[in-house]
């Protein structure tokens, strides 16, 4: 499959693994997870056809392995990033003790005064690497890294949760627990 085709699709599911299911006629079951079956004949009745070997294809290639099968290979789920309601049953874990946070610079005056805020989202992402941050913020203009103290924050009470493909998820991250990575 070329590289094109393989980003469309990543978009596609995104949408709708992530953002909205019900605007193609799925409904996400416990853990965001979706029939395999299911998700290739809505999306054929759709106008948006997608083979099997497509699909595989998309959940090994994506370079941020934003999807991923179960283990029996007939369900697949978005790992993170929902904006819709969905309980995607990670168990909390210890985090490293700092993670990152990459956003673009016009929004570091709002976030060193609110913090970090999940916004639509179901968690606020963090990174485990001041690269993979950068990339992130690249996104949003300028990119401007944040380390956060993951340590006090767990000492303190609040729950870190790790996907599959290695983002950390966490609700909140208060200002006290930023600081600006020059």
């Known amino acids: 499959m070329n590289n094109s085709r393989l980003i469309k699709i ?13 605007r193609i006629g799925l409904t996400l079951a416990s853990g965001g997870w979706v029939s395999v079956d299911e998700l290739l004949t809505t999306c054929t009745n759709n106008g948006f056809p997608i083979t099997i070997n497509e699909l595989k294809e998309v959940v090994a290639q994506n370079d941020k392995k934003r999807f991923s099968f179960d283990e029996t290979g007939t369900r697949i789920r978005a790992n993170q990033g929902h904006s819709v309601e ?8 210890i985090p490293p003790e700092v993670l990152y946070h990459g956003t ?12 970090l805020c999940k916004m639509s989202r179901n968690h606020v992402h963090l990174s485990r690497d001041i690269e993979t941050a950068r990339k992130v913020g690249a996104r949003h203009g300028i990119p401007v890294i944040f380390a956060v103290d993951t340590t006090a924050m767990s000492e ?14 966490v609700d909140c991250v208060p200002p006290d627990y930023l600081e600006k990575v020059e």
Do not use: M
Not at 104 to 115: A, E, F, R, Y
């Open 156 to 169: 303190a009470g609040y729950l870190f949760y790790c996907s599959e493909n290695g983002v950390w998820l």
């Open 104 to 115: 673009g610079h016009k929004s570091v005056n709002s976030i060193l005064d609110q913090g």
């Open 10 to 22: 990543s978009k596609y599911l995104s949408k709708h693994l992530r953002h909205q299911p019900e």
């Open 86 to 93: 969905v309980d995607l049953q990670l168990e909390p874990v």
